[in-house]
């Protein structure tokens, strides 16, 4: 059971928008700034959102995060095949005393 | 170009130690926080430990808080795993990653990861 709750599928056509939300709480996400990080299959992580909102170079504008209270969500426009990936968002947990990441969510481009 | 290579997984017996390596280079190691993340088959990410530029602070998650110890040599920018009492629930891939701030605190997100070495605990 992951701190953080995401939703384990989702899915959209090609072209279309989807959102993949990451709940906490005010232990986590709630007071700290949350990532976000892209696996495609039999890859590392790569990392796409870091402090809420923000891309690395390279990660096209495609890609966002925001955050309300203990939720945050990655949002990916303009879906295209190669999208296809699981998603994972992570942050620092006050409480723990550790980084901890949602159970991540398998995006399928239908 | 950064690039972190981890090595050292393999299949151990429950209660046996296995010590993992990370080679880092394309950036200058010693200035950086550095973490191991495992990811169990078929499971998510799970981090597991980090260890300050200068090897004074380290920290760990509970489950494997007395049993793994984090450490690395700036000398040969690389960083290490010490892996004792192996357990089952063990068993995962073990990512090197790389926190991205060159700062005494660090930013709790990853920035480079390695392409991961598989440990696996059965008998």
């Known amino acids: 059971q992951s701190v953080l709750t995401q939703p384990p599928s989702v899915s959209a056509a090609p072209g279309q928008k989807v959102t993949i939300s990451c709940s906490g709480s005010?232990?986590?996400?709630?007071?700290?700034?949350v990532s976000w990080y892209q696996q495609l299959p039999g890859t590392a992580p790569k990392l796409l959102i870091y402090?809420?909102?923000k891309r690395p170079s390279g990660i096209p504008d495609r890609f966002s995060g925001s955050k309300s209270g203990t939720s945050a969500t990655l949002g990916i426009t303009g879906l295209q095949t190669g999208d296809e990936a699981d998603y994972y968002c992570?942050?620092?947990?006050?409480?723990?005393?550790?980084?901890?990441f949602g159970g991540g969510t398998k995006l399928t481009v239908l | 170009e950064v690039q972190l290579v981890e090595s050292g997984g393999g299949l151990v017996q429950p209660g046996g130690s296995l010590r993992l390596s990370c080679a880092a280079s394309?950036?200058?190691?010693?200035?950086?926080?550095m973490n191991w993340v495992r990811q169990a088959p078929g499971k998510g990410l799970e981090w597991v430990a980090n260890?300050?530029?200068?090897?004074?602070?380290?920290y760990y998650v509970n489950s494997v808080k007395g049993r793994f110890t984090i450490s690395r040599d700036n000398a040969k920018n690389s960083l290490y795993l010490q892996m004792n009492s192996l357990r089952a629930e063990d068993t995962a891939v073990y990512y090197c990653?790389?926190?991205?701030?060159?700062?005494?605190?660090?930013?709790?997100?990853?920035?480079?990861w390695g392409q991961g070495t598989l440990v696996t605990v059965s008998s």
């Open positions: 402090d809420i909102h």
């Open positions: 005010s232990s986590n996400i709630g007071n700290n700034y």
């Open positions: 394309g950036f200058t190691f010693s200035s950086y926080w």
């Open positions: 992570g942050t620092w947990d006050s409480s723990l005393s550790a980084v901890v």
């Open positions: 260890i300050k530029q200068d090897g004074s602070e380290k």
């Open positions: 990653a790389r926190d991205p701030i060159i700062a005494a605190r660090p930013l709790y997100y990853f920035d480079y």
